[in-house]
């Protein structure tokens, strides 16, 4: 079933494989270094933009980090007793900070070096990039062996929690929440990639890792794999293969080299899980179903096949011709050739075209006519020139 060279790590056996290597992370060192001495200290200071600051009182000045002591995440989430969810990095449980403000704190296993790593990563990436679709890091604590991390609270959990295994009582997400919550991670990713300096490489983007706020707004969490892509003249970052089993891009996968193409290709899966409702990888399928992408291929070539992608969770409730525009940009996302993917900031102006012309009980009966799949899959082509290509 797999295409890649990589092997498939135990390390989450439960929901999903990760794929991984214990000597991979190289933390650039300017940031490592602060990291380890921000979180080497005791009481309370924070990192912001690289920076420590002593915060004295032991407030969280807006964008900062907190640095907690153990006592204080024993205290927030009761001895750890309401656990919410559970990752390859270790269990998350809710709690209560003492200014009242909810959290998520995610303990890391403690069972070795790689944790380790990817949790300094987590922290100073999320200390120095900030984003209304990114997941916000409101503290850590590195006390002894104990390594926390704690977020904001995120109400709807994930996205994965959303689209897949409902409960019999859980309501499907709709066509225009699944394109609002597409916009706001393709969002997330264009800051990564297009804002900040220099760009980042997400490398972990899959539905589990986007989370969902009370209104269905989504933000972009787990940041221990996360790379800073090249600079200068540079066209990708040599690196071991890392990411999750069935997201991970296929020239990444084979040839370890990392560029902001490889985000892409996740994201189109994330699109594809969107509009299917089907897993990326899902083994409790029948043969030739299980990798989402080798399924849908054969779909993305002929336009009038293209209902058979649309998860039947949607009963037909959706914009016919926005399906088509959405499957247009998916397809173009996953192109096996990196170079034919497109920019992050010309999906964000499709998917923006997209959600203005939502769907309402009306907009299949014929009374609104969206304008044609050239029209949406044009703005693409606004800026060819740029580092990536047009549809
Ligand atoms: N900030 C948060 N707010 C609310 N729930 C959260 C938050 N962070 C994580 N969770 C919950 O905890 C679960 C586990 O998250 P975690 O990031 O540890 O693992 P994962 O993303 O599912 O897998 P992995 O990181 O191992 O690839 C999530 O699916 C989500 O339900
Ligand atoms: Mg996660």
Not at 28 to 35: I, Q, T, V, Y
Not at 68 to 96: C, H, P, Q, T, W
Request: glycine share 10%; hydrophobic share 35%.
């Amino acid at each position: 079933m797999s295409c890649f060279g990589c092997v498939p790590s135990g390390r989450k056996e439960a929901k999903r494989s990760k794929i991984e290597d214990s000597a991979r992370i190289r933390p650039n060192p300017r940031l490592s270094a602060e990291s380890s001495s921000a979180s080497s200290r005791g009481g309370r200071s924070s990192v912001s933009n690289g920076k420590k600051k002593e915060s004295g009182t032991g407030g969280r000045k807006s964008g900062t980090a907190q640095c907690f002591n153990f006592r204080d995440m024993a205290i927030a989430s009761r001895n750890f007793r309401d656990l919410i969810g559970e990752g390859g990095f270790g269990k998350v449980y809710k709690g209560r900070l003492d200014s009242g403000e909810v959290v998520a704190i995610k303990q890391l296993n403690r069972d070795g070096l790689q944790g380790n790593q990817e949790f300094i990563v987590e922290v100073l990436m999320l200390s120095l990039l900030h984003h209304s679709n990114l997941v916000n890091l409101l503290g850590y604590c590195a006390e002894g062996d104990q390594r926390l991390l704690v977020y904001e609270y995120m109400q709807m959990g994930s996205l994965e929690d959303h689209l897949f295994d409902l409960q019999p009582d859980q309501e499907p997400l709709g066509w225009n929440t699944r394109i609002k919550i597409a916009i706001g991670a393709a969002r997330g990713l264009e800051y990564l990639h297009d804002k900040a300096d220099p760009p980042v490489i997400y490398r972990d983007l899959k539905s589990a890792n986007i989370l969902l706020d009370k209104d269905f707004n989504p933000k972009l969490s787990d940041f221990g794999l996360a790379k800073l892509g090249p600079v200068g003249d540079n066209t990708h970052v040599s690196t071991r293969v890392m990411g999750t089993y069935g997201y991970c891009a296929p020239e990444y996968a084979m040839s370890g080299k990392l560029t902001l193409k490889s985000d892409i290709y996740s994201f189109g899966v994330v699109m594809l899980e969107l509009i299917s409702g089907r897993k990326a990888i899902d083994s409790s399928r029948k043969a030739g179903e299980q990798n989402l992408i080798a399924w849908a291929r054969p779909f993305f070539r002929d336009r009038r096949k293209f209902s058979h992608l649309a998860d039947p969770l949607l009963q037909g409730c959706y914009p016919v011709r926005c399906l088509h525009h959405a499957i247009a940009v998916t397809a173009m996302c996953l192109q096996e050739q990196p170079n034919f993917r497109p920019i992050m900031g010309d999906v964000v102006a499709a998917l923006e075209y997209l959600a203005s012309q939502p769907y309402t009980s009306e907009t299949n009966s014929g009374k609104r006519s969206p304008p044609s799949t050239k029209q949406a899959v044009g703005t693409f082509s606004r800026d060819s020139s740029r580092k990536g290509s047009s549809l």
